[in-house]
């Protein structure tokens, strides 16, 4: 085709330039404009319709780590918080941070909140504030730089806390051996109180030992400055008797301490405290003569036995050769020898009262010496007697189901070919917080040995008892 | 710490992103985020191989879109007589059969735009985009309101003088304003659906907005040409570009400012960039405006993903930067300034590269059907679409459509359509998406 002369004006130089030179075509913009809106509103009231039946759903961390296509996703997650909540002012305004871990990855997935929802969230008070050892189900963005992995909370009504460490007022005297997340009480005067980033650490000296607790900062912007002025001052000052209770957390892993999740936690006493029970130092072969009566004995952890809402520890002398059994409840019994952390033999302090010639009710109990989980195989668990804690390691689920009122029955097998039952009670699979292992799925278990209706089994009692590998 | 890089490996990613760039961008509503997400969802290339590959690929890609996007909306976004009202200059070329030209124009700013990139961020740049960054950041959220207050704003009402009674005279004068209303908050729910509901399978999470982007802004125009069976004139494609040096001086200023505030400032995009830039330059003319869209887009796509080089600002802009940063981000100063030699190289390569596809794709238009070339482009793009999302982005693409239709009918800026970005973020910063969500159904 043959280009215009640039002295000439084109036809369709005159078309744009000149338009009412050229006869129009008719088009309705009203009606287009009608149109327009019904679709937009069309379109809305469909994608609406469609929304509402997709709803967010939960992912396992694993699926989200270093996964950039999964970058913006936001998504519901679902586990454990493994730090206290930690609050940082950045540019005068604050910024939360969490860390929370499911079964599903051995990684823990930060999860930050910035201003404004933030202090939106700190100032609901703790009630909506996820904290060391709550299960809860996040609202999150998710960030993914590199191999680093983060996310965003979105909104205050994505925080659902699910359970919350609570019990009886169980009292320590010392944190060794106590399983992280516990939620236990001590007693005290306050020593060596410091500032830290985290918030006010301090130590108490307790009738036994010493324990250490972080206020976290965090609850500084929960509660009023009245009453945060008041608690700081009164802990901040050493020799000031304390008596408190919160939740156990593992400093890296190595240091424990109680953090404080409620101001309202803590009690100051102006006056010398009533001192705890005393407890006998005696000989485990010396019970029998004890009844009636407080007494301290050491001993081996031998077992686990459990019968109509009763957990029974056996304790052994060192020979092995003499045997008590110590009444627990569940909360006690995951506190201070959870399978999945304390070992068969392991030495333990049991101080508590003598009901029988061969039975102690638990007050207090730490563990001397901790031996590592007793790790067999299949074939090896099925032969260990009754009670005996244990652990199995990379076993391969074979079925899997939901009796009763949620109890979990798995079947496993590993590289020793034989097959044994593990199964989860109700209680446990609510702390456990994740989905039923299907079949295929690589997992490890903790747990003590049982024999149910003339089966083989495994009982997993704690969170740590199920851990889901792949 | 050593770093292995390599200029080879370099040039070859930038030119192997490049040649993806200009083989693909001249496609309408194809983003070169949407291009560098099929891409890596596609092929697991970037994932498993060398680190510097993703960075300088995706450089490669954004500087050949920021000079091939032009062939898209110079000669695939054409209007209908019905809407000669809202010609843009780049139109008003083709339907003058000055396509070329259009483009030409667009490539200069392209250049310039690059150029001053370059020299400014690997001198000047160097010292004080730090010092920039750290001054603005705390108030980003304030720049994005009054971005959007100004857009609104600087839609005077119109056509007021032309009804016959008051109230026609005032549905005149506020029609196009509430259209553009209309847009904005129809985008933005769309946002929220496409970011808080389970719509988008998760494993695209970050293609969770290319339904609507695609549906904003690249399916009305295809669909548009399809329906209006237009034909286009012959196109002069001489090389030949008509302008005057202080045309030029001021589009590529104008274009700079703009370019430069929608890299600097998040959410904020090239065309809200290139109008506050346009209004701080008081650009005039056809020839002015295309240069400082070349210039704007240019340093906005490109000086987005730039920023990311830079080892001591630390900022991440725009999709593409994001991508990339997930796999890696550029750290030593060497990666820093091979990026912008490469910049420069592939701008070059850029500039051949759309100056002949202009002239290849002016002579095809005159020879094949515009409507059949757009039914292929229209079918591509909700392809892509379903292959990326599901059938769900197709639902979303198709309400976006219906928002990109009401934009055109209603004479009102396309940019309005990124309320589907701008909303969620705004009223996150603000603290109100848990009831919006509420209101939305999906809390």
Redesign the interface.
């Known amino acids: 085709?043959?280009?215009?002369s640039r002295s000439e004006t084109?036809?369709?130089?005159k078309?744009?330039y000149y338009?009412e030179m050229?006869p129009?075509?008719p088009?309705n913009?009203g009606l287009?404009?009608a149109?327009?809106?019904v679709?937009?509103v069309?379109?809305?009231v469909?994608?609406?319709y469609?929304?509402?039946r997709?709803?967010?759903?939960v992912?396992p961390i694993r699926?989200l780590e270093n996964?950039?296509?999964?970058?913006?996703?936001?998504?519901y997650i679902e586990g454990l918080v493994t730090s206290p909540p930690r609050v940082d002012v950045i540019?005068?305004k604050l910024r939360l941070t969490i860390h929370v871990r499911d079964n599903s990855s051995p990684t823990e997935l930060p999860v930050y909140a910035y201003d404004?929802?933030a202090s939106?969230i700190l100032k609901q008070g703790v009630s909506r504030l996820p904290f060391i050892g709550d299960r809860v189900r996040l609202l999150v963005?998710?960030r993914?730089?590199?191999n680093f992995t983060y996310a965003y909370l979105?909104?205050?009504?994505g925080i659902y806390i699910l359970s919350r460490p609570s019990g009886e007022r169980v009292y320590v005297d010392t944190l060794e051996g106590v399983a992280e997340y516990s939620y236990v009480c001590a007693s005290g005067t306050v020593r060596n109180p410091r500032n830290v980033s985290a918030g006010l650490l301090f130590d108490i000296t307790t009738t036994r030992g010493r324990v250490t607790v972080l206020v976290p900062n965090a609850l500084y912007h929960a509660y009023s400055g009245e009453l945060v002025g008041a608690v700081v001052s009164s802990l901040s000052l050493p020799g000031t008797y304390v008596d408190l209770c919160g939740v156990v957390y593992y400093y890296k892993r190595v240091s424990p301490e109680i953090v404080v999740r409620e101001l309202e936690e803590i009690r100051f006493s102006p006056v010398q405290p009533v001192r705890p029970p005393v407890f006998t130092v005696i000989d485990i072969r010396d019970v029998p003569n004890y009844v009636n009566q407080n007494v301290s004995i050491t001993g081996l952890f031998y077992a686990i036995y459990y019968s109509a809402g009763t957990y029974y520890v056996e304790v052994r002398s060192t020979d092995e050769a003499f045997a008590v059994n110590v009444t627990v409840d569940r909360a006690q019994v995951i506190s201070l020898l959870n399978p999945a952390v304390v070992g068969w033999r392991s030495l333990i302090r049991i101080n508590g009262t003598v009901t029988g010639p061969r039975t102690i009710r638990y007050i207090a109990g730490e563990v001397l010496e901790r031996r590592e989980p007793l790790t067999v195989t299949v074939a090896e668990a099925l032969k260990q007697p009754v009670g005996r804690p244990l652990r199995v390691l990379n076993a391969t689920v074979v079925s899997s189901s939901v009796v009763g009122a949620g109890n979990w029955r798995i079947y496993i097998r590993d590289a020793s070919g034989a097959t044994i039952l593990v199964f989860v009670p109700s209680s446990a699979v609510r702390d456990l917080g994740i989905s039923l292992p299907p079949p295929g799925s690589v997992v490890d278990v903790a747990g003590y040995r049982d024999v149910y209706r003339g089966e083989d089994e495994i009982i997993v009692i704690s969170r740590e008892g199920l851990v889901v590998r792949g | 710490m050593e770093y292995f890089i390599s200029p080879i490996d370099v040039i070859l990613w930038g030119l192997m992103g490049a040649g993806l760039g200009i083989a693909l961008s001249w496609i309408p509503g194809l983003h070169v985020a949407n291009l560098m997400i099929l891409v890596l969802y596609a092929t697991p290339l970037f994932t498993g191989g060398s680190e510097y590959a993703a960075p300088y690929f995706a450089l490669g890609a954004v500087v050949a879109f920021s000079f091939m996007s032009s062939i898209a909306s110079t000669y695939l976004s054409v209007s209908d007589e019905s809407m000669m009202l809202m010609l843009f200059p780049s139109q008003r070329y083709l339907l003058a059969g000055r396509g070329h030209r259009a483009v030409l124009l667009y490539c200069i700013g392209a250049l310039i735009g690059l150029l001053f990139l370059v020299a400014f961020m690997t001198t000047a740049g160097v010292v004080v985009m730090p010092i920039i960054y750290n001054l603005f950041s705390p108030y980003y959220w304030f720049a994005l309101l009054a971005v959007v207050l100004f857009m609104f704003l600087s839609e005077w009402p119109k056509e007021s003088d032309l009804g016959r009674s008051g109230l026609e005279r005032l549905w005149l004068a506020w029609r196009q304003i509430l259209g553009g209303i209309l847009v904005f908050f129809a985008s933005g729910v769309l946002g929220f659906y496409a970011t808080y509901s389970g719509l988008i399978k998760l494993e695209v999470s970050f293609a969770r907005l290319t339904p609507l982007f695609i549906g904003f802004f690249g399916l009305p125009w295809v669909l548009r040409n399809i329906i209006s069976r237009r034909t286009l004139p012959p196109q002069d494609t001489r090389h030949v570009a008509e302008t005057a040096p202080s045309a030029v001086v001021n589009g590529a200023a104008s274009g700079i400012i703009g370019g430069g505030i929608a890299a600097f400032f998040p959410i904020i995009t090239g065309g809200m960039g290139a109008l506050i830039g346009g209004h701080t330059a008081s650009s005039r003319g056809d020839d002015a405006f295309l240069i400082s869209q070349g210039a704007a887009r240019a340093v906005y796509y490109t000086g987005a993903l730039f920023f990311l080089f830079h080892p001591t600002m630390r900022v991440t802009r725009g999709a593409v930067a994001w991508l990339v940063g997930g796999l890696y981000t550029p750290k030593a100063w060497i990666e820093f300034y091979y990026g912008a030699a490469l910049i420069v190289l592939v701008a070059g390569a850029s500039l051949l590269g759309t100056i002949y596809m202009s002239k290849a794709v002016a002579k095809l238009l005159t020879r094949v059907s515009y409507a059949k070339i757009s039914a292929v482009v229209a079918v591509f793009l909700v392809a892509l679409v379903y292959y990326l999302t599901g059938l769900n982005g197709l639902l979303l693409l198709a309400a976006a459509t219906a928002v990109g239709f009401a934009a055109m009918v209603f004479n009102t800026r396309l940019s309005y359509c990124l309320g589907a970005l701008i909303l969620p973020v705004l009223l996150n910063v603000t603290g109100y998406t848990d009831e919006v969500l509420t209101v939305l159904g999906i809390r």
Do not use: F, H, K, W
């Open positions: 085709m043959s280009t215009p084109s036809d369709i130089e078309y744009i338009p050229a129009r075509r088009v913009m287009l404009r149109l327009a809106v679709l937009v069309g379109g809305l469909g994608v609406y469609a929304a509402v997709s709803p967010m759903p992912v699926d996964n950039i296509l999964m970058n913006y996703a936001t998504v540019g005068g404004p929802l939106e963005q998710v993914v730089r590199e979105q909104d205050v009504r």
